[in-house]
């Protein structure tokens, strides 16, 4: 067998270099060339009073980095989240992993670990037992991807803080996809239901 033998046929030779002009390589160019000046002139340091308090459906939190302050960092949303006394989060699921840090407070997390198959589409199913997983000032704690999850403080006179990062990875590779499934209590005013 020769090694000089073509793969494509004629037809498909000449549909090769057919079809409509486009410009997608040079405006690519012209963004990367543009996001570089516009980088350098992006914070790489956030003052606390520059970090920007939100209500969320998930709680009250405090962005330290987010996508939208205009900072050096394009990979990690990072936030601290205050939970009250007896108090929780709301429960939402999202594609990246979540690594948290306890600032202070004790409570517990509670994980709905997911299963997936990949058939004509993506299926998913949450257990519907919770896994338990108890912190306290000092703890480290893991949400892997897609799992379903909410915080507890289970300390009747003490606020928990705890620290969050997520990244924007999986967004910009286009799996996007975050819900919220439940808001925490008192912040059912910004909860909008998942489109599931």
């Not at 793969?7 to 410009?23: I, L, M, Y």
């Not at 058939?119 to 949450?126: H, K, N, R, Y």
Request: glycine fraction near 6%; proline fraction near 6%; include cysteine.
């Amino acid at each position: 067998m020769s090694t000089n033998t073509p793969f494509a046929d004629p037809t498909e030779r000449q549909r090769a270099r057919s079809g409509v002009n486009a410009d997608f390589y040079t405006k690519a160019l012209e963004a990367s060339k543009q996001f570089r000046a516009e980088y350098k002139q992006r914070k790489k340091a956030v003052k606390w009073n520059e970090m920007p308090m939100e209500r969320t459906a998930d709680g009250l939190i405090k962005h330290i980095i987010n996508e939208g302050m205009n900072t050096t960092e394009c990979c990690l949303d990072i936030y601290m989240q205050f939970i009250a006394p007896t108090s929780s989060t709301g429960t939402s699921r999202h594609l990246t992993e979540e690594v948290a840090f306890v600032i202070e407070g004790n409570g517990y997390d509670l994980h709905y670990d997911v299963k997936f198959k990949c058939d004509v589409e993506f299926e998913w199913q949450w257990e519907t037992t919770p896994k338990k997983f108890e912190w306290g000032a000092g703890d480290f704690i893991y949400i892997p991807p897609y799992c379903a999850h909410k915080r507890f403080n289970s300390d009747p006179k003490t606020e928990a803080r705890v620290v969050v990062i997520n990244s924007r990875m999986m967004k910009a590779i286009g799996f996007d996809w975050f819900d919220q499934l439940e808001p925490a209590k008192g912040f059912e005013d910004l909860w909008v239901p998942p489109a599931d």
